[in-house]
């Protein structure tokens, strides 16, 4: 049994979800973080000094923090092939694009946009930032829309854990008040994503409680 301590508004701790939904793992999740409290206490700290969001535990084993690592714990466990293949070669190439997408994708999304459009009072808004942030973006999702224009999914022909860490930020990206760059085949393969029952049921989560006003 999979234990996960997080609130399901964390796009982290979505990520996670996601891929132990998708690979139809029985867990327990508990709400940590934000409204919730509980991430600064000395049992929470115990597992995850660093106070964040998500930690997993898998049975009886040591907490695991950090969503890569939490992410290829649960491939490299439970997930079969193509998600993730035991033939090194062929699980590189996943897990090459699986770091491209949370270098380049999530931290170039969450904090430069998401947490100044949603996460900041409009008066304390920097729209310039906001500006150079989108623009940075759109130069990465640039190399997304290549790859997708001929490819069903991230990583090649069949859905990945590259997938997980790529597209758990899009329906932020697709449902905020931005101008976004046109990016077609991305947006066929965000619209792809969401007629997952996985997805739908763990990602696209309201964000309103994060609003601020």
């Known amino acids: 049994m999979l234990t996960i301590w997080g609130r399901k508004t964390s796009s982290n701790v979505q990520a996670a979800m996601w891929c132990v939904a998708e690979l139809g793992l029985p867990f327990t999740r508990h709400d940590v973080g ?3 409290g509980g991430n600064d206490t000395p049992e929470f700290l115990t597992m995850n000094p660093n106070g964040t969001v998500p930690v997993l535990q898998d049975g009886d084993g040591e907490p695991i923090w950090e ?3 939490i992410l290829r714990h649960l491939a490299n466990r439970y997930a079969p092939a193509p998600f993730w293949p035991s033939e090194l070669e062929a699980r590189t190439q996943i897990d090459k694009w699986t770091e491209w ?3 380049n994708i999530a931290a170039g999304f969450t904090v430069p946009i998401f947490w100044q459009v949603v996460r900041t009072a409009p008066k304390d808004r920097n729209e310039a930032a906001i500006k150079r942030g989108i623009d940075a973006l759109g130069k990465k999702l640039d190399i997304a829309e290549a790859r997708l224009a001929s490819h069903a999914f991230l990583a090649g022909d069949d859905f990945t854990l590259a997938d997980i860490q790529f597209a758990h930020v899009l329906f932020r990206y697709f449902d905020i008040e931005i101008d976004r760059p046109q990016h077609p085949s991305l947006r066929r393969y ?8 996985a997805f739908r049921e763990h990602v696209m989560v309201s964000y309103e409680d994060l609003r601020v006003t």
């Open 34 to 36: 934000h409204k919730y």
């Open 67 to 69: 969503t890569g690592a």
């Open 101 to 103: 997408a949370k270098i």
């Open 190 to 197: 965000y619209d792809r994503m969401t007629e997952r029952p």
